[in-house]
């Protein structure tokens, strides 16, 4: 279960509002071309040709770079992980957005990361 997903169910936020922070953080997450230069994966005008092609073709460009075999299929899976990552945490954007503020964001994360441990750990063993 995800942090948004026990949010609503435990009534703590409104759907509507996890998908109002979700959208944000997709918002705010880093440039995937940017990214891979500040990653050291790839140079600046390289990083720049490969949008340009995957705009005048309307491809992902991620999938450019898998084609034309400068990453392969795990490197893309980690690429867009670390995309997913780049963003901001949810609980910091619910704060920022007024919707917790940072004493409940904090306890109610810790609850949710007990029980995350507890649901792993019963998934392991079971």
Not at 11 to 38: G, M
């Amino acid at each position: 279960m995800q942090f948004g997903e026990y949010l609503v169910q435990n009534r703590i936020l409104s759907a509507h509002q996890i998908l109002k922070a979700l959208a944000e953080q997709r918002r705010r997450r880093t440039f995937i071309p940017l990214l891979l230069v500040d990653l050291g994966g790839l140079a600046d005008y390289r990083a720049l040709h490969y949008y340009n092609v995957a705009e005048k073709n309307s491809e992902d460009f991620l999938e450019v770079l898998l084609r034309e075999g400068f990453i392969s299929e795990e490197q893309c899976v980690q690429i867009r992980t670390a995309w997913m990552r780049s963003g901001p945490p949810l609980g910091k954007l619910l704060v920022e957005l007024g919707f917790m503020n940072e004493e409940s964001r904090a306890a109610v994360l810790e609850e949710y990361e007990v029980l995350k441990s507890l649901d792993e750990h019963l998934a392991k063993n079971y």
